[in-house]
């Protein structure tokens, strides 16, 4: 045993995840064990910090390297410091995505680590993955057995979502797209055309194919065209059009030389096409005009991924995004014009004029009753922006329910300049099951004395910078006892997830785990490696004493 010891020891340099992976295989294969769960230990310790508590689940669902459908559970919680913790406790196989089957898989696994589905306050879902058609009738299902797990959607996926109601609802967004995805694939088509680019001293893009980024050949095509234009991945638009603008004169030129050098004549018939369309004022402006609208989002998008990131401030942070796009709306089309008519002088492209009749450009022959500018302006500036600031409203509508509301009055920010006694007393009758009448009423006794005593100027209360930050402070000044209610309420509120970002990740330590060498890895042993891999920072902190003690009450043949 003493061989074991020394493994074990964590004194040593924290080792690669592939050594983690080598190590815990060559173990289990000297050992001959029966059975061996490394996770174990880790995950006695996360339900020992949950200890009972109030949770929400975040979900989702993947297809990994053998094809098998999977669901991720993250559980999110307020630990005893009062602090946001969110810990993944495993995978689960399913044999297919309906909204029952997704139930019982997630409450087989709670089940497994005796958590009561009864205990879910909150439920989170990634919104653009394919259990996106079930996400209603889990939700439903859930609810019917804990009528106060509410479902937050997955707010930084919709964003990108967003994106793509924009694409389907206007041709000329549509159109867009489509253009600089078609020319993302032909100039990767060939080691040729990154010759070319290469003696065109394209520097951003060669620092880009150098470090992986991009690749060659179809590697190119997925990701610096496809995962650019991917409607699932966070802020890949945004940065696609930024590398086009920087890089738009070697694209230009690469492509000039593919219109009169290509090997065939589809090669230069797709290049004259691409000229052609890439080098028009519309393409210049739409592009300034989308990366732009982009920009917007993808500052909202960084910062909902964050972990430790409260539902509070997510509304902040998307009221602030949808009046920076009214204010885009209302004075900022002249100055989008300008750009891209400088960008346009700059590239010796045509600026037509803007008072002309504008002419269909599928038709050429037939004009319209409006002038070039009307089209723009309105047709297709305040058009994107008008859609993208009501699919907020839309798709966000649960920013304006009691709930939230409730939520936004506990916020201590300026001496809890939003509180609102009647809208958090109406928070509190959102749970039923934790605020009974009696409940009700200490609650308000308590919230009267509350109020007075954050307002007395006591140092610990004001700098405070969200509900979170509450918490914590009333868990540090041991007042926890003394508000019950109220704490009992910021956990709650707490608890509410507003991203799935760490399942998420959970999926991407699952493709460095298995790949294609280790695609024998079984569905227990990859689930194994993944807690203790996720959430190493629980497995590193677990004594020796405790693995070794698991080790020698194993039965060893």
């Not at 409940?439 to 140092?459: E, K, P, V, W």
């Amino acid at each position: 045993m003493d061989k074991f010891v020394m493994r074990l020891d964590r004194s040593q340099p924290s080792p690669s995840l592939s050594q983690v992976n080598a190590n815990l295989s060559h173990l289990i294969d000297e050992l001959n064990l029966e059975s061996l769960e490394p996770d174990s230990e880790t995950l006695k310790v996360i339900i020992g910090d949950l200890n009972g508590d109030y949770f929400g689940i975040l979900v989702d669902e993947s297809k990994h390297i053998s094809h098998k459908e999977q669901v991720a559970l993250v559980l999110r919680y307020v630990d005893k410091n009062g602090e946001v913790v969110e810990r993944f406790v495993g995978l689960v196989h399913v044999s297919d995505t309906s909204a029952s089957s997704l139930k019982e898989a997630i409450y087989s696994l709670l089940l497994e680590h005796s958590l009561s589905p009864s205990k879910i306050r909150g439920q989170g879902y990634d919104g653009a993955s394919n259990m996106r058609g079930e996400i209603n009738g889990l939700k439903t299902l859930i609810m019917k057995d804990s009528p106060s797990a509410y479902y937050i959607h997955c707010f930084a996926h919709q964003l990108q979502l967003i994106l793509v109601a924009i694409a389907k609802k206007y041709l000329d967004v549509e159109d867009f797209f489509c253009h600089v995805t078609y020319m993302l694939n032909v100039i990767g088509g060939s080691f040729k055309r990154r010759d070319s680019l290469r003696l065109l001293q394209a520097e951003k893009l060669e620092q880009l194919l150098e470090s992986g980024e991009v690749h060659t050949g179809q590697g190119l095509n997925q990701e610096w065209g496809l995962q650019g234009l991917d409607d699932n991945r966070w802020g890949s638009h945004f940065k696609t059009l930024d590398n086009f603008i920087v890089l738009f004169l070697s694209i230009v030129r690469v492509l000039e030389v593919i219109k009169y050098e290509g090997s065939t004549s589809n090669d230069r018939n797709q290049a004259k096409y691409l000229l052609s369309e890439i080098k028009t004022f519309k393409f210049i402006f739409m592009l300034h005009l989308m990366l732009k609208v982009l920009a917007l989002s993808n500052e909202l998008s960084k910062t909902l991924q964050k972990r430790d990131q409260d539902i509070i401030n997510v509304v902040e942070f998307l009221n602030i995004t949808k009046k920076r796009l009214q204010d885009m709306r209302e004075s900022e089309c002249e100055s989008l014009l300008e750009c891209a008519s400088s960008f346009c002088v700059m590239h010796d492209i045509l600026i037509p004029k803007m008072n002309e009749f504008y002419f269909l450009e599928k038709l050429k022959r037939n004009s319209s009753s409006i002038c070039y500018s009307h089209h723009l302006r309105v047709q297709i500036f305040c058009a994107v922006i008008d859609v993208q600031l009501q699919e907020l409203n839309d798709r966000f509508d649960v920013v304006s329910s009691n709930l939230i509301l409730g939520m936004a009055r506990l916020n201590p920010v300026n001496s809890f300049a939003n509180y609102d006694k009647g809208r958090i007393m109406t928070l509190a009758k959102c749970y039923p099951n934790e605020f009974d009448e009696v409940q009700i009423r200490d609650l308000s006794y308590q919230l009267d004395t509350f109020i007075i005593h954050m307002r007395c100027g006591n140092a610990k209360f004001s700098n405070l910078q969200g509900i979170s930050d509450l918490a914590k402070a009333l868990v540090e000044i041991n007042l926890v006892e003394t508000y019950s209610y109220i704490y009992l309420l910021l956990k709650l509120t707490l608890i509410l997830p507003v991203a799935t970002a760490t399942v998420e990740r959970a999926f991407l330590s699952m493709k460095q785990i298995k790949n294609d060498e280790r695609n024998s890895m079984g569905d227990q042993y990859l689930n194994d490696c993944l807690v203790c891999y996720i959430e190493r920072d629980v497995f590193t902190n677990v004594s020796n004493d405790v693995i070794i003690d698991r080790f020698q009450n194993m039965k060893i043949h």
